[in-house]
């Protein structure tokens, strides 16, 4: 047996011994221990962060650096786990930490339990094996101490990893963090020290895969065998989004399941979602997602406190400092001070896509945030009231400034620039604003909910967000009708009939405009009937009753006449324009719309002006005059940047290369149906997409390339399908059959032929019906008479 006696003083160099350090604990153990925790082993996820930790930890990381990471988040992100698992990976690396590890768990934010700098020094010095009576009682002396171990331990070739859990968010961690260029340090912590020269690592929630797999790893690890996770992988999936992917969350969870293995998980998540708090389920023994969050909230100051409270208030899914400051009562630089504050302990996370400057918070945070404010005292119905009023001011001056550039007021212009930035702001705000005026309805605040309706509807119509604008749209009716307001129910009646007339909903949309229209009459708005009038034009020209839709167009013209509305007569009359030159009559549309493009330029409407010009085009190259078509395009398209919002250039566009086509400029026609196609299906406008897909098979169709043509009406013939529109569906399928007898398809191509007659005739477009016959019997004719129509196939095999 050998023996060491080293005595007289505090040694350094190469009388420190051992690869290994341990710590004897004694009678009343220490809560700040040298020595590393056990890992779980049930970890999934964070395969990223892992590797990013373990690439920082590594000898060669960096000469001559210390490999120091600080992984932050919100409480029961999974900080520890990952510290963990990424430590115990590293000391099975070969020569990676041969001098061991230590490790303290500093309950950063347990104030009965927290560790002071200078006992976690005292502790660590006792596990670099410094006997005590040679520990000094200062700080200053202890971190000289301590650094002085380290370094020597790593000078020897025994590098050291120190582990710092649970750190609080103050300067005195600096106190526990290695001095040398070596020794490699991991700290967790519930604040982000961006202060630190570190890697730093903020976790996030885990994605639903990540989380379901680590729900099911809990589950069989307690319960070998046990498949509720892969037989209900739905029900698993919609565990995990309530709980918000929150490591500590779903660990719960799985704790409740294993206590009762015969439980499915139908049957807890109808208790998570029928629960009056879902924090409420999220709690077994001791174990709890709020008391996790408790912690985090204890010491925020006192103006701290109270805006995490109110930041429940919001809306929608996430916010801006603007809005914040308005629930807050203060200015937006105090605001913005405070969600920094907020930030930095990860109950507040900054919005990861673009624009900058906007907040959210974790489901499951949010959640907590209300139940402190409901069980608080605060006065919040003030905060709220303003910051629905500022989200009433702001959307219509931002309306204002989009939709009517000529005639804004100042008041808009100082708040936008321009409409580009006017429609960022709409764009920002956009899910706040639908949750805000849905939010005022159920509340019964049935004022506040038609206010908002008006304008947030506009932004939604005008910028195809249809669900949306339906959902708005009906909340403000309902709004309007618990007020009696007759007006307001009419007004918003009628541009939910633009929206169901843009979602295909012909006949409900038909019945919104006579509503309005009736509640009109009855008292005697003129010029709100002239509106009604002429959307309901809009929608009988989708119904292709075009007649009746030119008689709607003209008496909402002449209203609007008599209402001295010119703007109003104006749309009016290009409406008719349009109408009159989809049933054949271009020299007619053409006169109607130069009238109403020189009535909106005088009227300094450019908007109007150059749709006016579009459709005037249109017309014009209908009539037989393409060159000059194509010059009224330019003139539309060319003027001033960003006049027309997206959806309307994308028409513009797609009727240039209609004119293009015609023009025999093929190349051109395609480029400008990309872009069309392109900004029809980012907004969702089936219509649009299946119009452009099935223009550009015209084109491939000039070019001579037929399987291409074949293709893309394919492709045009499915979104008119999806979309419910049994004419445009008909045209594509009678155009499908000219690319198919191209290719010598003789036998799909009659087919599409006759199923083009039979939706003509169902849409009331007989004389189309009868061509569609024709050319089925002329090829029918051409190709013999051995092939029969597909109602004689199945009459045969009857």
Avoid at 26 to 31: E, N, S, Y
Avoid at 98 to 104: A, S
Avoid at 263 to 279: N, V
Avoid at 371 to 383: C, K, M, V, Y
Wanted: contains cysteine; hydrophobic residues 40%; positive net charge.
């Amino acid at each position: 047996m050998t023996e060491n006696h080293i005595s007289g003083g505090v040694f350094f160099g190469f009388v420190v011994q051992g690869r290994t350090v341990t710590l004897t604990l004694p009678d009343r153990p220490d809560p700040a221990l040298a020595g590393l925790p056990r890992q779980s082993s049930t970890f999934a996820g964070r395969r990223t962060e892992l590797g990013q930790i373990l690439a920082a930890l590594a000898p060669s990381a960096a000469a001559g650096t210390a490999g120091m990471v600080v992984v932050s988040g919100l409480a029961g992100v999974g900080k520890t786990e990952l510290v963990l698992q990424a430590a115990h990976r590293a000391l099975r690396e070969g020569g990676w930490f041969p001098g061991g590890v230590l490790y303290v768990d500093l309950h950063g934010y347990d104030e009965e339990r927290k560790v002071s700098p200078k006992r976690a020094l005292g502790t660590l010095l006792r596990a670099l094996g410094i006997p005590p009576e040679h520990i000094p009682p200062g700080v200053q002396e202890r971190v000289l101490i301590y650094r002085s171990a380290l370094g020597a331990l790593a000078a020897a070739g025994r590098r050291v990893l120190v582990v710092l859990d649970d750190a609080p968010g103050t300067a005195k961690i600096r106190h526990l963090l290695p001095g040398d260029g070596s020794t490699a340090t991991l700290v967790s912590s519930r604040h982000s020290l961006a202060e630190l020269d570190a890697l730093a690592l903020t976790l996030r929630e885990l994605p639903t895969d990540d989380g379901r797999e680590l729900l099911g790893e809990v589950l069989r690890t307690a319960l070998p065998g046990d498949s509720r996770v892969a037989v209900e992988a739905d029900e698993a999936n919609r565990l995990v989004a309530l709980c918000g992917g929150l490591p500590l969350a779903l660990r719960i969870l799985a704790s409740l399941l294993v206590d009762v293995p015969s439980r499915p998980l139908s049957h807890l998540r109808r208790d998570l979602e029928g629960a009056h708090s879902r924090l409420a389920v999220l709690s077994r023994e001791k174990r709890a997602v709020t008391a996790a969050f408790d912690l985090s909230c204890r010491r925020l100051t006192k103006d701290q406190a109270k805006l995490f409270r109110l930041l429940s208030l919001h809306p929608g899914p996430d916010f801006s400092v603007e809005a914040t400051a308005q629930l807050y009562g203060e200015s937006i630089e105090e605001t913005g001070r405070l969600l920094l504050d907020l930030a930095r302990r990860h109950l507040v996370e900054p919005r990861e896509r673009e624009p900058y400057g906007r907040w959210q918070q974790h489901s499951l945070v949010r959640l907590y945030s209300r139940d402190q404010l409901i069980s608080g005292n605060d006065p919040w119905g003030e905060g709220l009231m303003r910051l629905l009023a500022h989200f009433h001011k702001m959307t219509t001056l931002a309306c204002e400034r989009l939709f009517d550039p000529a005639t804004s007021g100042s008041l808009a212009k100082s708040h936008f620039a321009d409409r580009a930035g006017a429609l960022q702001w709409l764009e920002a705000e956009r899910h706040s604003l639908v949750a805000a005026a849905i939010w005022a309805h159920r509340a019964e605040d049935d004022f506040m909910c038609v206010a908002l309706a008006v304008p947030v509807a506009q932004f939604l119509m005008e910028t195809r967000y249809l669900e949306d604008a339906r959902s708005v749209l009906v909340a403000g009716i309902r709004s309007s009708r618990s007020r009696k307001d007759r007006f307001g129910e009419a007004s918003l009646l009628s541009s939910l009939g633009v929206v169901l007339r843009d979602m295909r909903k012909l006949r409900k949309s038909v019945r919104m405009h006579e509503r309005a229209i009736k509640i009109c009459r009855g008292l005697k708005k003129r010029r709100s009937l002239a509106g009604a009038l002429n959307n309901l034009g809009l929608s009988l020209h989708e119904q292709r009753k075009f007649e009746q839709a030119v008689a709607a167009h003209t008496e909402a013209a002449r209203l609007f006449t008599r209402a001295g509305d010119r703007n109003g007569a104006a749309h009016a009359l290009s409406n008719t324009g349009e109408t009159l030159n989809e049933i054949g009559r271009p020299e007619e549309a053409a006169r109607a719309l130069r009238k109403a493009a020189k009535i909106l330029r005088k009227e300094g409407d450019l908007r109007g002006y150059a749709q006016a010009l579009g459709s005037l085009a249109t017309a014009t190259r209908n009539a037989g005059k393409v060159e000059r078509a194509l010059e009224l395009h330019k003139r539309a398209l060319g003027m001033a940047d960003g006049l027309l919002i997206p959806h309307e250039r994308a028409v513009e566009l797609s009727n240039f290369a209609g004119t293009l086509t015609a023009a025999g400029e093929l190349e051109a026609a395609l480029t400008a149906q990309q872009e069309a196609l392109e900004t029809f299906r980012r907004l969702g406008d089936r219509g649009g997409e299946a119009m452009t897909l099935g223009n550009m098979a015209l084109v491939r169709q000039e070019q001579g390339k037929w399987s291409m043509a074949v293709r893309l009406h394919t492709l045009a013939s499915e979104a008119f399908l999806r979309r419910k529109d049994d004419h445009g569906l008909a045209t594509e399928l009678r155009n499908l059959a000219t690319a198919l007898l191209r290719q010598g398809c003789n036998t799909e191509a009659l087919e599409n032929l006759e199923l083009a007659a039979d939706l003509y005739q169902r849409t009331g477009d007989m004389e189309n019906s009868i061509d569609a016959h024709d050319f089925a019997d002329r090829v029918r004719r051409r190709i013999g008479a051995g092939i029969r129509r597909p109602a004689e196939i199945e009459a045969a095999r009857a």
